[in-house]
Every structure is written in C-alpha cells, then in structure tokens.
C-alpha cells in the first residue's frame, strides 16, 4: 500500500541530496521516477534539482495552478512521485498528490522546509503536516552544535532579517541554519548594536 511521506529539514539538511540518492535508488531497481518541482523555485535553473554536494536531475516543473493528479495522468506509467521544495506546492497540489496516493496507490515522497526564516508553516508543509502518513524530520546543526530548526535569512552585511516576504528564493548565501537559541540571540544582539 502506497503512502505520502514528507521528509522535511531546515536549510543545509541534505533534503535534495536525499531525494536524488531516492530517486537514484529507485531507478536502479527498474523503476521508473517522477520527479517534480514547483516553478517558484528556480535558483539552478527551471528544470533543474541540484543539491550542494554535486548531485543533480532534470525535474518536471509544476505551475502554482497546476493539477497534479491531471498532470500525473500524462505520465502514468510512473512508479513513484518524488516532490523537491515541496514546501512552494500549494495546498491543493498536496491534496493531489494525496489523491495520487489514495485512489492510484503510487507513492509519493515530498522533501521541503517546514518553516520559513520567521519560523512561520510554509502553506504546502503545513497541509503535508495534515494529510501525510509518514512525517521525518532531516537533522542538520547550528553553528553552535544544536541542532538547527531555523532557516535564518541574512543580508548582504551577514545581519539576520525580520522582515519581508515569506519566500526569497536564495541558498547558502541568502539563509544559514541555526537551533532557535541561536537564532533569537543574534537578533537580540542586533538590536542592541
């Protein structure tokens, strides 16, 4: 019986690494992989899933008004859904890969953020926190050896930031990862500079 997984980091964690080796896996197996990706997220380019150590794939790109489950139609001969950056797919795109999972019994595996840089449920993370049947947490660590549940954006100066957007598409030298001790020392720190 297939089921929905979210596998969820902060940032640094290793989740796209995780979902290529998966994807890697699966394909050495026989099996054949869908790997999608939102179109927000387009720092390596549109179609591309690339992880920090190296490793990458070409990925079908979802629009934000895109039906999945229409759209998985189209390549049905498909043995699982793997989703990177799930945390930009819309609630309604996650019930879509629920239904994939419910009614055609394909697995689908989801790797994304939890929160974002104010601590805040990303809409696609917090519907997966609700209709998933499997929920891992990927560790990664603070700087000062905690481990990290912040994904802390900084300027240009290395200042955290507390303000803005939900989403700015960025990597290493947008966000940093920090345990939330961390997080709410270098801001108070901050503002007292």
Known sequence: MAKLYFKYGAMGSSKTANA???????????????????ALDDRDG????RSRI?????A??????ANIFE???KHSDCDVIIADECQFLTPAQIDDLRKIVDELDIPVLCYGLRTD???????????LFEVAD????IKTICGCGKKAIVNARIDGDGKIVTEGGQI???GNDSYVAMCHSCWKQAIAKQKRE
């Open 71 to 73: 759209e998985y139609k």
């Open 117 to 127: 840089f104010l601590t805040q449920l990303f809409p696609g993370s917090l519907r």
């Open 134 to 137: 499997s929920i891992t947490e």
């Open 46 to 49: 549109v179609a591309a899933v």
């Open 60 to 65: 079908f790109v979802m629009q934000a008004d």
């Open 168 to 170: 700015l598409i960025g």
């Open 54 to 58: 190296g490793l990458s794939a070409n």
């Open 20 to 38: 290529l080796i998966t994807k890697f896996n699966y394909e050495e197996r026989g099996m054949k992989v869908w790997l999608i990706k939102p």
